[in-house]
């Protein structure tokens, strides 16, 4: 006969939690005017455009292939910028490359701010600076790849084996020669997996980032839904669908290939 593990007993301070995230819950629905029969009553209007959508409009593709290209190389340009910036930053933000507290102090702080602001409000303001189209979106995705590579490479530098770097400065190397063979062999492949994953997150983002108007097939679907034509919304849908599920995949597959 097998022991039965005791039971763990519920503590006093589990309770008073789940008490504080039951009234924050009744207060929160409250305060929103959170309506669960609005959203059952009109549940039928959203199981009408559901199924137009189930139904997609295949005749479309060639319109909307363009635009998903265009999506693709906003991906790959606001990648490519932003993990190059973030990659010189690191090494500036380091603190086992730069041993000045301050420099490294006020540059994590500028690092802080810029990871502070979501893609969808740096896709707005781009907008409003220089335009509705393409060039919107990929400065967007710059600044949001280099903030999402940023803290993840910083980090993979501060965690290297310091010994290469020890003894090229015994040798008499400089700062340059320490970056080159000691710390690029060691972070390289962290670098390369950190790029991908964020091009697997560009990829979604600026499918969204089109519908406010920084180019991509955003823009085409934003059409679609504003003339009602959800048979195209729904092809555009799963092209972009398909589309993420073959590069996060590839991407993972690289990603995994590296780190061994």
């Known amino acids: 006969m097998i022991d039965q593990l005791p039971k763990k007993k519920l503590s006093y301070w589990n309770l008073v939690w789940v008490v504080v995230f039951i009234l924050g819950l009744f207060v929160s629905t409250n305060e929103t005017g959170t309506s669960v029969s609005a959203l059952f009553s009109n549940f039928g209007q959203f199981t009408d455009i559901f199924f137009q959508m189930a139904k997609p409009d295949w005749s479309f593709t060639g319109a909307a292939m363009p635009y998903l290209i265009e999506t693709i190389k906003m991906a790959v340009l606001g990648t490519v910028i932003g993990s190059a910036v973030a990659f010189v930053y690191s090494l500036l933000i380091a603190r086992n490359i730069i041993k000045n507290r301050v420099i490294t102090g006020v540059l994590r702080f500028i690092m802080n701010i810029i990871r502070t602001?979501?893609?969808?409000?740096?896709?707005?303001?781009?907008?409003?600076?220089?335009?509705?189209?393409?060039?919107?979106?990929?400065?967007?995705?710059?600044?949001?790849?280099f903030g999402v590579v940023v803290k993840l490479f910083y980090e993979a530098i501060e965690t290297i084996d310091n010994g290469p770097s020890e003894a090229i400065q015994a040798c008499g190397g400089n700062k340059f020669n320490e970056v080159t063979f000691a710390v690029m062999p060691q972070v390289l492949p962290y670098f390369i997996s950190y790029t991908l994953y964020a091009f697997e997150l560009n990829i979604r983002a600026s499918s969204v980032l089109g519908y406010i108007g920084a180019g991509g097939i955003g823009l085409y679907l934003k059409q679609t839904l504003d003339t009602f034509q959800y048979g195209q919304t729904g092809m555009i849908t799963i092209v972009i669908f398909l589309v993420v599920l073959v590069i996060d995949v590839v991407s993972a597959k690289a990603r995994e290939a590296l780190m061994r």
């Open 117 to 145: 602001i979501p893609d969808l409000l740096l896709g707005s303001i781009f907008v409003a600076v220089v335009g509705i189209g393409p060039v919107a979106g990929i400065a967007a995705l710059s600044v949001f790849t």
